[in-house]
């Protein structure tokens, strides 16, 4: 069970890590930072570069080539339920 209160929560501090221009939206750079945070403070597994591609689009479900804070929350959801 997902705390949703909490995915927010994890998922705000990620953006206002890696959203590195404040646009509210993070572009492929600035995913691959928030990646690089959360394998490096949830445990997750490296992705290889492959993976990387899909998992952004899989994330960018209205595929405006950017990950906002909804399209992200996805990703925290399924890491905190792992
Ligand atoms: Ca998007």
Redesign the pocket.
């Known amino acids: 069970m997902v705390d949703q209160a909490r995915v927010a929560e994890v998922t705000k501090g990620i953006f206002t890590f890696a959203d590195t221009d404040g646009s509210g939206?993070l572009d492929r750079e600035e995913f691959k930072t928030a990646l690089g945070k959360m394998i490096a403070e949830h445990g997750m597994s490296p992705l290889t570069d492959e993976q990387f591609d899909q998992e952004f689009t899989g994330l960018?479900?209205?595929?405006?080539?950017?990950?906002?804070e909804n399209?992200l929350q996805a990703l925290v959801a399924r890491l905190l339920s792992a």
């Open positions: 939206a960018d479900v209205d595929g405006n080539g950017l990950i906002d399209e």
